[in-house]
Each structure stands twice: as C-alpha cells, then as structure tokens.
C-alpha cells in the first residue's frame, strides 16, 4: 500500500510538471501553425509572410528555452563536480549572450575581473547555465529602456568569489524579491519562472549564497557568493 501510495504522488507530480509544460509549449506552437497556414493559403501579402516568418524564429526559440529550463529543472544536479575557472566560463556567456542583448537594445558587458583563474568545483554545463539564467533576466529586464545596460563582474576575496549582474532595468518591489526563485514565478507574458529555481538550487548545492538589490524603474544588482576550491584540489586537477 505504501509502494502504490508513492507511485501514486509520482504520477501527480509528474502530471502537473507535464500540464504546465504543455500549457507553455502550447502557446508558441498555435502561433507558429497560424501563420503557416495563412501562408499556405496564399492570405498574407509578401511584408506580411517575412514578417510572420520572423515571429516564427523567435516562438521556436522560445519553445526551445521552455525545454531547456523544464530539463535543467528535472534533471538532478550532477555528482560528477571538476575544478573548473570561473574567467574563461564567464568571457564565453558574453560572448554567447552579446546577440540577445543586441536584439534587445542592450549594451551587454565585461566589468572587474581578477587577473587570475578562480577555481571552482562544480559542473562546467550547470554553472554556464545558471550564468545563462542570469545575463538573461538582467537584459530582459532592460529591454523596454532606453540605454539598458548590463555588467557581469568577478570580484575574488580569500575563500570566495563574488559575482555580480548589475542592469538598469525595471526593478523589482520588496515583494517581488521576496518570491525570487520560487517555482514558477514569473512576471513576464512568456516566462517559465523556472530559471531562477534552477540557479538558486545550483548555489545552494555548492554553498554559496544570494543577495538581491533592486530599485523599481531603476535596476538590479544580484551578488553571488560561491566558495572558492581549495588549493590541494586545484594543485590535482592541474596536473
Ligand atoms: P522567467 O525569466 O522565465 O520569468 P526566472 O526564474 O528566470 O523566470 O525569473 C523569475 C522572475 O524574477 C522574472 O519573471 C522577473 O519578474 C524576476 N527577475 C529576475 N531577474 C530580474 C532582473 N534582473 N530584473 C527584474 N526582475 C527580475
Ligand atoms: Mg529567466
């Protein structure tokens, strides 16, 4: 009976992570179909069918992200953690994020960073991925704003490093914070509020922490501490 009982919650839960990724998926899906079918009808003028195709691009790529974020948030984190630095990890999320934030009217950019490696022991997919979720959110946050500015910096103290996303974007109230990686929560029209449920069970997995500062209408500065690998692992994973 117990078995059956576990069974049972399983199957729920796996039923509402399913309902609410379909209920997501579903949305670009009917959009992208809609404009097929007036473009096969021959019902839209040739503005409109580049138009609706460009539309299309995106809603695809938003289904993608969907997926990302629902797997990187059913997956279990790795156990399989190496020393890996932080600065080169850091340089290849701008360069990766600087057309997003392009397409958004957003300066993305490198601000301090140690003039040395900052060694961490963690997963090099996840801690690009939490990076990700971040730089995302700080240049979503600026995309209605004139001059939307978003920094990524590295400052390094004895034990720790500090990383920092600062944008001048729209803010968020006390309240908003407050609900900050909660599953699910999200402000925006097409966001999943799974990115910081991931990132935040990241930081915690490796011992790190989070603060938030933000100022409605005037922007957001997220500090994330993580530990720094000891010496005796780094000197291993050297040679
Ligand atoms: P999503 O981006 O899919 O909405 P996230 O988990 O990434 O989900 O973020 C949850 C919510 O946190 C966002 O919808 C937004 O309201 C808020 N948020 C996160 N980062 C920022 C930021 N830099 N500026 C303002 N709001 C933010
Ligand atoms: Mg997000």
Not at 44 to 72: G, M, N, W
Not at 115 to 124: D, G, I, M, S
Not at 130 to 139: D, H, P, Q
Not at 147 to 174: F, H, Y
Request: aromatic share 6%; with cysteine.
């Amino acid at each position: 009976l117990q078995l059956r009982l576990i069974h049972n919650e399983k199957a729920e839960a796996i039923g509402q992570v399913a309902a609410s990724m379909a209920h997501e998926v579903r949305n670009p899906l009917t959009t992208v179909l809609g404009f097929l079918k007036l473009i096969r009808d021959h019902r839209a003028s040739p503005e409109k069918v580049e138009r609706f195709i460009d539309i299309s691009i995106e809603e695809i790529k938003r289904t993608e992200q969907i997926l990302t974020d629902y797997l990187a948030i059913s997956k279990p984190l790795s156990q399989h953690r190496e020393q890996i630095d932080l600065v080169p990890q850091l340089a290849a999320v701008i360069e990766l994020m600087t057309p997003y934030a392009t397409m958004h009217n957003v300066v993305l950019n490198c601000g301090q960073l140690p003039p040395k490696p900052v060694w961490l022991t963690a997963t090099a997919t996840e801690m690009k991925q939490m990076l990700v979720n971040f730089t995302k959110n700080a240049i979503e946050a600026c995309s209605e704003r004139d001059r939307g500015k978003v920094t990524l910096s590295l400052q390094l103290t004895n034990k720790s490093v500090s990383l920092l996303i600062q944008d001048n974007g729209i803010g968020m109230t006390e309240e908003q914070v407050r609900r900050l990686g909660s599953i699910y929560y999200s402000t925006k029209t097409s966001g999943t509020g799974l990115g910081l449920t991931f990132s935040y069970q990241l930081i915690r997995s490796m011992d790190g922490s989070v603060q938030v500062h933000s100022v409605p209408e005037a922007g957001t500065s997220f500090t994330i501490w993580l530990p720094l690998a000891r010496p005796l692992q780094v000197r291993r994973a050297k040679n």
